[in-house]
């Protein structure tokens, strides 16, 4: 038997979703990539130019091999939140989001009100949607209930290097 794991109706072979934020170059993080064999990748769109193909975080990315996963980082409500989705999508890479709301940014934690709002309305306009939540189980159910493809609990707190503690 395959062990895969599947989110919304694709399957991964890796469990590991990788985070670029930390990478000195993209010559490091391609290589990274390819030693860790993920196949999903998460980018705060506010460090890359999406209409710039040579941007050097996006040349990194071989995209027949990997999910592009943008993500609403920076974001402190739904609507900011929307309006970098829709920015993402509008490039044509990819359908899919890391929905992150923190409105503060001392803290980075997770926003459940305005999450489950803008993850309403993204998952209407079509995205996959893998919003960034509390360990809040009542909270997971209702994101599932109205189709977002999967949940990303928090572990610790983000930059922490804690790992889990919820």
């Known amino acids: 038997m395959e062990d895969v794991l599947i989110i919304g109706n694709h399957k991964f072979k890796s469990r590991l979703i990788l985070g670029t934020g930390k990478f000195s170059s993209a010559e490091i993080l391609r290589k990274t990539i390819e030693a860790s064999e993920t196949e999903m990748v998460t980018v705060a769109l506010r460090r890359v130019d999406l209409n710039n193909p040579s941007d050097n ?5 071989d995209l ?3 999910i592009f996963l943008p993500n609403t980082s920076g974001a402190q409500n739904a609507s900011e939140a929307v309006r970098i989705a829709r920015m993402a999508k509008a490039t044509n890479f990819t359908d899919w989001v890391k929905l992150e709301i923190t409105p503060a940014h001392k803290y980075l934690l997770p926003d459940g009100e305005e999450t489950l709002k803008a993850a309403s309305i993204l998952v209407k306009e079509g995205f996959k949607v893998m919003p960034y939540i509390n360990a ?3 909270l997971a159910k209702k994101l599932e209930e109205i189709g977002c493809v999967s949940v990303m609990p928090l572990g610790s707190c983000i930059g922490s290097n804690q790992g889990l503690k919820t």
């Open 57 to 61: 975080l996006l040349g990194a990315l």
């Open 136 to 138: 809040d189980p009542v």
């Open 64 to 66: 027949s091999k990997i």
